[in-house]
């Protein structure tokens, strides 16, 4: 089946820097990225989407200037955590599929980034 | 908006037993219903999937039937193995074939041998 990786799986960071997550499709093209966060005992929360080549869509109430995405190739996302804060300490989840070949909802996740902020 | 809930876990229980997670949902319109399971580090994998009312997804053994009229998806299967011990997350996807999909909290399952 198709295999997405995340880099680092595990990130410890100061307050006020920042960090980038990786996120790959690693034997399908991924035309369309979706960044999850989780809090603990908490559902996963869709942070936004992005598509290949183009702006992501953010969610309301995610800011876009903090959290920034790129999705400049078909196998490759980032997430940067910019200024990072305390706050911003979760377990960051991405997503992939590939939207010519693929079902409406077969996603392909990662299996999660560890952000610790301290 | 739309929204799922899950049972809280963890739940612990012994092998052979039966396992029901359940799982309600608010949504407009007809949603898709799933169940995802996150193994230990791993990524999350589409376990079963119900696209209309009254259609029973299954998949190794797990069964999951989609029932509008008390909205909800409830996991199931008869005897639990130690290696089905994992993170059980249902989620919804909207009408019109919306790709986003929503979550509940997930449940954590611990089989003893």
């Known amino acids: 089946g198709a295999v997405v990786s995340q880099h680092p799986s595990r990130v410890i960071c100061k307050s006020g820097t920042s960090v980038k997550i990786e996120c790959r499709s690693l034997?399908?093209?991924?035309?369309?990225m979706f960044w999850y966060r989780q809090f603990p005992k908490q559902s996963l929360m869709l942070m936004a989407t992005?598509?290949?080549?183009?702006?992501?869509?953010?969610e309301q109430g995610v800011e876009k200037d903090k959290f920034l995405i790129n999705h400049a190739s078909l196998t490759l996302s980032t997430l940067t955590v910019t200024s990072a804060h305390p706050e911003d300490s979760s377990f960051y989840i991405c997503?992939?599929?590939?939207?010519?070949?693929?079902?409406?909802?077969?996603?392909?996740f990662g299996p999660g980034t560890r952000l610790t902020v301290t | 908006g739309n929204s799922v809930t899950q049972m809280e876990g963890p739940v612990t229980l012994s092998e052979e037993a039966f396992l029901t997670i359940n799982c309600t949902y608010t949504?407009?319109?007809?949603?898709?219903l799933f169940w995802y399971v996150q193994y230990p580090g791993e990524g999350l994998q589409l376990l079963l999937k119900?696209?209309?009312?009254?259609d029973k997804g299954s998949n190794k053994g797990f069964e999951a039937t989609y029932r509008k009229e008390t909205t909800s998806f409830h996991l199931e299967k008869g005897s639990v193995q130690v290696s089905d011990s994992a993170v059980y997350f249902c989620?919804?996807?909207?009408?019109?074939?919306?790709?986003?999909?929503?979550f509940g909290q997930g449940t954590r399952l611990t089989i003893n041998p």
């Open positions: 997503s992939a599929r590939d939207q010519r070949t693929g079902l409406a909802y077969e996603q392909y």
């Open positions: 034997d399908f093209q991924a035309t369309t």
């Open positions: 992005s598509n290949e080549g183009s702006k992501a869509t953010y």
């Open positions: 949504a407009t319109g007809y949603p898709s």
């Open positions: 119900a696209t209309k009312a009254d």
């Open positions: 989620a919804l996807s909207g009408a019109q074939g919306a790709q986003k999909l929503v």
